[in-house]
């Protein structure tokens, strides 16, 4: 009856913890672009595209993140271009940015093909990664593509 007693506990543990680290990747769909942007109106973002199999996207998540926490108005939305249809690659987004701290504004690519996808964010963005957009409180933006270093956030954060 003890170990009974002693598995229902830990198995009651782990749900438990399962359920609190869990966070949700929105789908990002070809109508939804302005959605992901609205809730971030008047107010200075980055909405960087990132790939799990993408060394320089990791790179540049390192960097926001380290940023993040040292300046808690850095303002970050991810939005991976890995497919959420793939559970396995959801299951690597989602740890991967909780463990960035990175959670907040997530999203992927849903089931749409990835060029009609690309298209609805940035008609002259070919799929090079990483990419970010910087919008600044007046909603304009300015797009990058490659490794985000810790000096463009600082000229980010400077210009607002």
């Known amino acids: 009856m003890k170990k009974i007693l002693t598995l229902a506990a830990g198995l009651m543990l782990l749900l438990a913890t399962q359920a609190g680290s869990a966070q949700t990747i929105r789908e990002f769909t070809t109508d939804n672009f302005a959605e992901v942007i609205a809730g971030h109106k008047g107010k200075p973002f980055v909405l960087i595209l990132w790939s799990l199999d993408c060394e320089f996207c990791q790179a540049s998540l390192n960097t926001l993140s380290r940023k993040k926490h040292s300046n808690k108005n850095l303002r970050i939305v991810t939005l991976g271009t890995d497919s959420l249809a793939d559970q396995q690659a959801a299951a690597l987004m989602k740890s991967r940015l909780a463990g960035l701290g990175l959670k907040d504004s997530a999203w992927a690519f849903g089931a749409e093909p990835p060029e009609q996808l690309r298209y609805a964010i ?23 593509s490659g490794v985000i270093s810790a000096e463009t956030v600082d000229r980010f954060l400077n210009a607002r």
């Open 122 to 144: 940035d008609k002259k963005w070919h799929g090079e990664l990483p990419r970010s957009y910087w919008f600044n409180a007046d909603g304009e933006v300015t797009a990058k």
